[in-house]
């Protein structure tokens, strides 16, 4: 379940030629970046992370279609067994500080991200993504990659803006250069369960986004549902373009590609894709834009 009412702002073009970037990792700090009162880093305590998940809970189920099981609604907070050994980006608002009785008062998590680590994942029963793809072969062809699982992405509505998703994007590429990430993945989602609603768009990935043959991944068996539901003459690009969640559009533009087949995700009310993005694919112009050691907020 991801969703992000905004793009990655680097002004980028679907179908630019990509070139393989040159990396420089440097160690990570304190702040990943800053711009004005919004900074992102990674949570530091407990109350953050606390603090992500109830941004989750706020946006996946009171203005999405997510159905809360009896913890969710008692704790208000969007949680899963997986947070506890992901790492949680944050997009923090320093001008906005929460003021709570008996606690200590502290600025706003205004967007988040949960970031896995392939090492961490190994260690600790699989990437989330697993849940509803075959990626098991894809790891195995990729036995010499570093993969990083990109989830769980959500941002208040207020701060759906240019600025609030440069900045987590700025905080994911600073991380994968610090960690020597070489391929990113995670499940992008569809508003809604009904694939056959959503025939334009996921025709669209099916004929013109779909993974190299290398990269190629399927849905789990009896999880899948096909994506090629019109033929390639009967989609209409720019509409299509224009169906697309903002998040998926903005995968596209760094250079990512779409796994074979999408999920639907009953519980959050959603029909997911599987987004593929090797570092080496990521446009010239967006590493250009944030910088090969990621200095363009370095705060």
């Not at 849905?219 to 019109?230: D, E, F, Q, S």
């Not at 989609?235 to 533009?253: C, E, H, I, Q, S």
Request: charge should be positive; hydrophobic fraction near 45%.
């Amino acid at each position: 379940m991801s969703i992000i009412n905004a793009l990655p702002a680097a002004g980028l073009r679907l179908g630019q030629t990509l070139v393989p970037p040159v990396f420089h990792r440097r160690p990570e700090p304190e702040s990943l970046g800053r711009l004005g009162a919004l900074e992102v880093r990674l949570a530091r305590t407990s109350a953050e992370v606390r603090a992500a998940q109830a941004l989750r809970y706020r946006v996946f189920y009171e203005e999405m279609s997510a159905l809360p099981d009896s913890r969710a609604m008692l704790t208000r907070r969007d949680t899963d067994g997986f947070d506890r050994i992901c790492d949680h980006l944050l997009v923090i608002d320093h001008d906005d500080v929460e003021v709570r009785p008996f606690r200590k008062a502290r600025p706003r998590v205004v967007g988040t991200y949960r970031l896995l680590r392939q090492s961490v994942a190994e260690r600790h029963g699989g990437f989330y993504t697993a849940r509803e793809f075959d990626i098991a072969p894809l790891l195995a062809r990729h036995a010499d990659l570093d993969f990083l699982e990109l989830g769980r992405s959500c941002v208040l509505k207020p701060y759906r803006t240019k600025r609030t998703v440069e900045l987590l994007w700025h905080g994911i590429w600073a991380y994968a250069l610090r960690h020597g990430v070489d391929a990113m993945i995670g499940c992008a989602s569809f508003e809604g369960t009904d694939p056959s609603r959503l025939a334009l768009p996921l025709s669209f990935l099916h004929h013109h986004a779909a993974a190299d043959a290398d990269w190629r991944v399927g849905a789990l068996p009896g999880r899948g549902v096909t994506m090629n539901r019109l033929p390639i003459e009967a989609v209409d690009m720019k509409a299509a373009l224009a169906t697309l969640p903002p998040l998926v559009k903005g995968y596209l533009r760094l250079g990512a590609m779409i796994g074979e087949g999408a999920v639907i995700d009953e519980p959050f009310g959603t029909t997911d894709v599987l987004v593929l993005l090797p570092v080496a694919r990521i446009s010239e112009r967006y590493v250009r834009y944030y910088g090969a050691d990621a200095g363009r907020y370095a705060a």
